[in-house]
Every structure is written in C-alpha cells, then in structure tokens.
C-alpha cells in the first residue's frame, strides 16, 4: 500500500519528489524502490525521516505499527502530522505510542490509489485543525475519491473497499474464464472483461442511480441477460458478497481487539 499510494501521489503532482523520503526495511527493497520512483529512499532510517518531514505516513501492517512509534516517538512533534494506513489499529494505541499531543489521522486507502483511482475513508482526533483536514483530504483526493467516517466504521471500510478490489478482481477472472470457456481469445475475453467492469462503475458513478435500476435496464424479457442472472441468482451471487464483507468486517474487529490487548499487555 505504501509504494502503491506513493506512485499514486507522485504520478498526480499531489507531492514533489523532492520533498518526499521514504523508509523500508531492506536495503534491498530501497535499491528497487529507488529505482522505480527516483526519490531517497533508505533502509531501516525510520527516525531520521521523522526527524525531518512535517507529514509522517505509518504505511506499514497493524502488528509492525506500535514498534515503528516506539522508535520515532522522540522525533514526532506537535506540529506534524501523523497519518497511520494500518487496519484494526485503534486510534487511542496510535496517541498512546506517539507519547505526545499531535494531530494524528487514520487512513484507509485501497490499491488502485496507483492509478488514480483510490477510494480513501478518513477519521481523526481531536486535536486536528480544519486546515489540516482539508491538507490531509485533498492528499488523498488527488488519487481517488474520498469519505469521512467514524472510528468505528473503519472495519467496516477495510472489507468493503479496502479489500474490495481482491472481489473484483475474482470477478474479472471469471468473466474471462466464462468467454475463454466459450471460444473466445485471451486478449479479447480479457479487454472485454475488463472494460466491462470499468464502464459498468462508471455509469454507476455518472447516472446516480441504484445499480438495481441500472440493473433492469439491460434486462430483456426472454433475453440472454435474464438468463444469466437467474443462474447468478440460484448459486446467491449477493448473498456470498454480502456475507464476505461480513465476515472481513467481523475478523478485522477480532483483529483490532487482539491487536490493543497485545499492545496494552494484556496478553
């Protein structure tokens, strides 16, 4: 997520490169880094890129975050701003662990950030300022669209978009099985297939009506579409969406959870 919303904002001109310095773990990964964007990029330099930027980006997995505070903690100050990309992470262990009064945000941007097309929700503490929100909404604007949302609606955020394009793109997967399976080339089943899902979220998008509108007006009686989903119905193509947004709401919860009593030591 880290390198996808870096490529993202600087592809978009939303950050220039040369205020950005960015951090990983390996020298390996900072050399391909490096590479890819043309920006300073080191390994294990967690404080000194602290140190030295006014906004401090956490885009690393929930379980890795509370340690990468407990090291920059000294360099965090109340001036900066402190966005965390990590699902199940509560907001009170991100206050705890940065040990000082700060405006700290909580992101939750999925993949597609790098083509411009994120969808980014957003909540913060109480000791951020509307100039800051704004700064901080307008970051993530310039690669997709973006939702506010309250603290406890994130894990729900997490298994609808966060984890969304993962469905989709099962969905696009096979909808080119389907027409390899039915005589069609690769490269046509899969353009087809890909721009049919781009057109369709557009349309949605543009039209502002209810997908189930939409829905009926490709729907013929007696016609191929009817058909398809009828049998799209019987397997309950819904119902398994549904409940798979469900059961990834529930577990990142259960995650969040286990995640503030490994870190408050209560496990």
């Known amino acids: ?134 700064y901080v909404e307008k970051l993530f604007r310039s690669v997709g669209v973006v939702v506010h949302v309250d603290e406890e609606q994130l894990d729900a955020v997490t298994a609808l978009s966060g984890s969304g394009p993962a469905y989709v793109y099962m969905v696009i997967e096979a909808f080119i099985a389907g027409g390899l399976k039915m005589g069609l080339s690769r490269e046509i089943a899969t353009k087809l297939a890909e721009q049919t899902v781009l057109g369709a979220a557009k349309h949605v998008r543009q039209s502002g009506v209810h997908p189930a509108v939409l829905r009926d007006e490709v729907i013929t009686p007696g016609g191929t579409t009817i058909v398809a989903i009828h049998e799209l119905e019987k397997h309950g193509l819904r119902s398994m969406l549904i409940s798979a947004i469900e059961a990834a709401t529930e577990h990142a919860q259960e995650r969040g959870r286990a995640l503030v009593r490994k870190v408050e030591g209560h496990e």
Do not use: Y
């Not at 939303?14 to 390994?43: H, K, Q």
């Open 1 to 134: 997520m880290g390198s996808s919303l870096l490529g993202g904002l600087l592809k978009t001109g939303a950050v220039n490169a040369a205020d950005v310095l960015a951090t990983v773990r390996s020298e390996e990964t900072a050399a391909g880094l490096r590479e890819r964007f043309g920006i300073p990029i080191t390994a294990g330099g967690n404080r000194e890129a602290a140190r030295q930027a006014d906004v401090v980006i956490l885009a690393t997995k929930p379980h890795i975050t509370p340690k990468v505070l407990d090291e920059i903690h000294e360099e965090l100050r109340p001036n900066q701003l402190l966005i965390s990309l990590a699902a199940a992470l509560p907001m009170r262990v991100l206050e705890a662990k940065a040990r000082k009064v700060m405006p700290i945000f909580r992101a939750m941007p999925n993949l597609p950030v790098i083509v411009e097309e994120g969808a980014t929700a957003l909540c913060w503490n109480g000791h951020t300022t509307g100039s800051q929100r704004d």
